[in-house]
């Protein structure tokens, strides 16, 4: 079976402000690097338009209504102090969410392997009602709930390696036992959540990493906490939320990993959901804001994933 790649040109039109970290030329990188001869197997599929009654699983209409009155027709308007919306920044959005739920789409149908979404605006900071942190709306959450929805899936994990905490996610499922939310990320740090002690029901597992953490203790929170979680749990489906920012050429953070690391703990969770989920994993593009830290972690990344 193959590894699926979803992408789609409107991702480039959520236009940010000049000097913004979360611009478009994120994906013309990842777009590149990818184009190198050794993924020429993979499975690259324009990404579907979302369907707009999905935001629903993890937002309420009055929140959905809110984001989209605040399009503007041109320009930039600010929804956060860091979070704007240009006037594609809807499909763009919607289209994320379509693709994430096409990915889980394609996993449990057998269509893939495993697939990466490489889209934009990111997700993991959306909160139920709160656009923050660049993102508008959470696709992780709302992939997850498709699966569920549309799938059966029981038990969904949610593998959270963005150098930020998902605040976002945790807050959606803080007391959903069907889902388990594992993070690592730097504290202190935005957004400030993502202590140890917070647990959710159980279902919750934060790692914090102090800064200046480098590979071995990234590893090793890896290994003693995020996945023992995973495989107690058994999940039907492994969801990455898959920020770079944790890379050391990042400019947003003080970890210190190389793009070996992001290959170590995909081939990880790979392991997990070959155990538990018939190999079913969905990767979604989150964070990582140097461009050429991004481009190799990606490709460490999704080259581990090819490999099966
Ligand atoms: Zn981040």
């Known amino acids: 079976m193959v590894t699926r790649i979803y992408s789609h040109p409107i991702y480039l039109e959520h236009i940010t402000p000049p000097g913004h970290p979360e611009r478009p030329d994120r994906l013309r990188v990842i777009e590149r690097v990818l184009d190198d001869e050794k993924f020429a197997a993979l499975d690259r599929v324009q990404a579907p338009e979302g369907d707009p009654a999905t935001i629903l699983y993890a937002h309420p209409q009055s929140f959905v209504d809110k984001v989209h009155a605040a399009i ?3 320009g930039i308007q600010r929804v956060d102090a860091d979070t704007t919306v240009s006037p594609k920044s809807w499909q763009a959005a919607l289209t994320a ?3 994430a739920n096409a990915a889980v789409d394609d996993v449990f149908a057998g269509r893939a392997s495993n697939v990466f979404v490489a889209s934009r605006p990111p997700g993991h900071h959306a909160e139920k ?3 923050m942190g660049f993102c508008l709306f959470n ?3 709302i992939a997850a709930r498709h699966a569920q929805k549309a799938h059966g899936a029981e038990r969904v994990a949610i593998v959270d390696w963005d150098v930020h905490h998902g605040n976002g996610t945790q807050h959606i499922f803080w007391d959903d036992p069907s889902v388990l939310f594992c993070s690592t990320h730097q504290m202190p740090l935005y957004p400030g959540t993502g202590a140890k002690d917070e647990t959710g029901v159980g279902n919750i597992v934060n790692a914090p990493l102090a800064p200046r953490t480098g590979s071995d203790l990234f590893r090793d929170a890896f290994r003693t906490r995020v996945l023992p979680a995973v495989e107690n749990f058994a999940p039907d ?4 939320s898959a920020g770079f ?3 050391h050429l990042d400019p ?3 970890i210190n990993l190389t793009e070996e690391d992001f290959d170590w ?8 959901a070959d155990r538990h989920a018939a190999g079913r994993l969905v990767s979604l593009l989150e964070g990582g804001y140097d461009l050429h830290g991004l481009a190799f972690s990606v490709a460490a990344h999704v080259g581990r994933m090819m490999k099966g």
């Open 252 to 254: 947003l953070a003080e």
């Open 129 to 131: 009602s709160t656009a």
């Open 265 to 272: 703990a995909t081939g990880q969770l790979m392991e997990s």
């Open 245 to 247: 920012d944790a890379h």
């Open 72 to 74: 503007p027709e041109t």
């Open 237 to 240: 489906l492994v969801i990455v």
């Open 139 to 141: 696709h992780a959450a």
């Open 97 to 99: 969410i379509g693709a």
